[in-house]
């Protein structure tokens, strides 16, 4: 039980990762701030979901 909370919290980071990174370019078009959200991650989606 505790590897598979493992493997589902890496994917969980890695995807809001992406998530908020993908968000970030379409909205903003900087690389920049796609690397600034992605290490923001969740927190950026919420927001962008929350605001837009």
Same mark, same amino acid.
């Given at each position: 039980?505790k590897?598979?909370?493992?493997? /589902?919290?890496?994917?969980? =980071?890695?995807?809001?990762s992406?998530?908020?990174?993908? $968000? ?6 900087? /690389?920049g701030?796609?690397? =600034? ?8 989606v $919420? ?6």
């Amino acid at each position: 039980m505790k590897e598979n909370t493992k493997k /589902v919290t890496k994917s969980g =980071i890695t995807f809001g990762s992406c998530l908020a990174m993908v $968000i970030s370019f379409t909205t903003w078009h900087s /690389v920049g701030w796609a690397i =600034i959200h992605g290490l923001l991650s969740w927190v950026y989606v $919420i927001y962008y979901i929350l605001r837009y």
